[in-house]
């Protein structure tokens, strides 16, 4: 059973960075990639970053190109963590973040983890 649990989230200053991570269990060997997606208040869930699993082929939301990086430690097919690198951070930044998982490349993103608030104020 695939299990999605992010950490790393918290208060942070506009201009500061912080690291998300997504520990991943589970993941069937037909796994295509790990995607970040963030949430705020009032809005509709937000694709961030994606990163495949077999390639480690990156794609980004143009609202964070050129400040968030994301990356991967996959040294087991099953377990993966992903990384969300997020420097100069902003106010429209704040929201709860979540990662997710697909099978192919046109499904939709599933198995959502519980997670991780950020909030970036001064």
């Known amino acids: 059973q695939v299990r999605l649990v992010e950490s790393g989230g918290g208060l942070v200053q506009p201009g500061g960075s912080l690291r998300l991570s997504c520990a991943a269990s589970g993941l069937p060997s037909s796994t295509y990639d790990l995607g970040w997606f963030r949430q705020a208040p009032t809005k509709e869930r937000e694709f961030v970053a994606s990163i495949t699993q077999r390639f480690g082929l990156v794609a980004y939301g143009d609202s964070v190109k050129g400040r968030f990086t994301i990356s991967r430690d996959s040294r087991d097919n099953a377990k993966n963590t992903v990384y969300l690198q997020m420097n100069s951070l902003k106010p429209e930044d704040t929201a709860i973040y979540y990662c997710?998982?697909?099978?192919?490349?046109?499904?939709?993103?599933?198995?959502w983890g519980p997670g991780t608030q950020v909030t970036v104020t001064s």
């Open positions: 997710g998982t697909r099978l192919a490349a046109g499904d939709a993103y599933g198995a």
